[in-house]
């Protein structure tokens, strides 16, 4: 009778074994939990720690949510049918995307986690920070002196009630940063801080569309997740390098004249070709503003180069003339190619290609679009962009 019995639980704990799960389920939420627990506990100790830094990077990170519930839910979706190998590499490509320093091969870094939450926190969780508030350190990206800073810097700092920074290390907090400018959202970003070395967050002017951006300055709101504590911190009226924000290239339209299809005059049965339409010119070559324009700087006329401008992104004559925030700092410059992409209804686009010395000796290859617009017969440049 006892072999039978032992025969029996043997037979139970083999069905046990053989039930667990080695792939993700997706379909609810207690069917995930169940797969991703079944997954877990085959593994090595100190996989299953990586394999819960996988899941939380990816639940962070790989997934467009808000609040934890959706996060997991949508984790569910991108993860369903997945076995653990599949789940570390995405975890790595998520990771690498979003320059995050962890690998599913590196010692554990990030902590004992959970990303379903229903684990109470030790006195040993390294997200435990004792923290009070946020400071945020912004620091410029250097450009060249033509069209200066390339972006920036913004770095969270943790404080404690004294504003001193506190030190912690072996962390995983969850950092989002978000840009806005005159009450409009732009951006989202997200990160980890491990430690007070954290790197901040990359800012390029390149990527703020200008037509979002209020008075050439914007608002950043940093928050940072603790394990009791949700810091948030508020910094307005940032001001960014209005050259170097992203204006979208002006539409290339053909200079040739639009021919009409010919018609049939139904009265008489015989094809109308109707005359075309020849469009707007003007007296002027806009590439011959452009070229005046670029040696009256080469020649350090820098009064008659803006006299050539109507741009309001260029300001005064003073700020024009700027030997260190404008282009007084131009010493000579050889151009290579000029091009004319677009001229149209007194409109036109100028490509320019040309190496430009500052005072200093320094030369700098550009690829410059001038936008033109016809005024009293003459071109007047209107705006200017710098090409990656």
């Known amino acids: 009778m006892k072999l039978i019995k032992y025969c029996l639980l043997a037979t139970l704990l083999i069905l046990m074994v053989g039930c667990k799960k080695t792939s993700v389920d997706g379909s609810s939420r207690k069917s995930f939990q169940e797969s991703i627990n079944d997954m877990a506990s085959s593994l090595p100790t100190l996989k299953q720690v990586k394999f ?38 995405l975890a790595d490509q998520v990771a690498q995307k ?12 990030l902590g004992e986690m ?52 506190v030190e912690f290390e072996g962390a995983a907090l969850e950092t989002t940063m978000e840009i806005s400018s005159g009450g409009t959202k732009i951006s989202t970003s997200k990160n980890l801080i491990q430690d007070p070395a954290f ?118 004559y003073e700020k024009f003339s700027n030997p260190n925030s404008g282009f007084g700092s131009v010493k000579n410059i050889n151009v290579k190619n000029m091009t004319v992409p677009f001229n149209k209804d007194n409109s036109a686009n100028v490509n320019v290609t040309y190496d430009v010395t500052d005072k200093n000796g320094k030369t700098t290859s550009l690829n410059v679009t001038y936008g033109l617009k016809a005024v009293n017969n003459n071109w007047k440049i209107t705006t200017y962009k710098i090409n990656n």
């Open 52 to 89: 819960n830094e996988a899941l939380y990077i990816l639940k962070t990170f790989g997934v467009e949510a808000e609040g934890d519930i959706a996060e997991i839910a949508a984790l569910g979706k991108l993860l369903d049918g997945k076995k653990t190998a599949e789940i570390f590499a």
């Open 98 to 109: 979003n320059g995050i320093d962890w690998s599913s091969t590196a010692p554990p870094s």
């Open 114 to 165: 959970n990303i379903f939450g229903n684990e109470v926190a030790s006195e040993k969780d390294p997200n435990d920070i004792d923290a009070s508030a946020i400071n945020i350190v912004i620091r410029n990206i250097a450009g060249d002196s033509l069209s200066g800073s390339k972006g920036l810097i913004v770095t969270p700092e943790l404080v404690d009630n004294n504003g001193r920074k």
């Open 199 to 316: 790197r901040g967050f990359t800012i390029l002017y390149s990527k703020l569309p200008k037509e979002k951006i209020f008075e050439e300055k914007i608002d950043v709101k940093l928050t940072v997740k603790t394990t009791k504590k949700l810091l948030q911190m508020l910094k307005m009226g940032i001001p960014v390098n209005g050259v170097a924000l992203y204006t979208p290239p002006a539409p290339v339209i053909s200079d040739s004249l639009q021919v009409p299809e010919p018609q049939v005059d139904p009265q008489i049965g015989e094809t109308i070709t109707p005359p075309t339409t020849p469009a707007k010119t003007t007296t002027t070559d806009p590439k011959t503003t452009v070229t005046r324009f670029l040696n009256n700087l080469s020649s350090q006329n820098f009064k008659a180069a803006f006299d050539a401008s109507e741009n309001p992104n260029w300001g005064s």
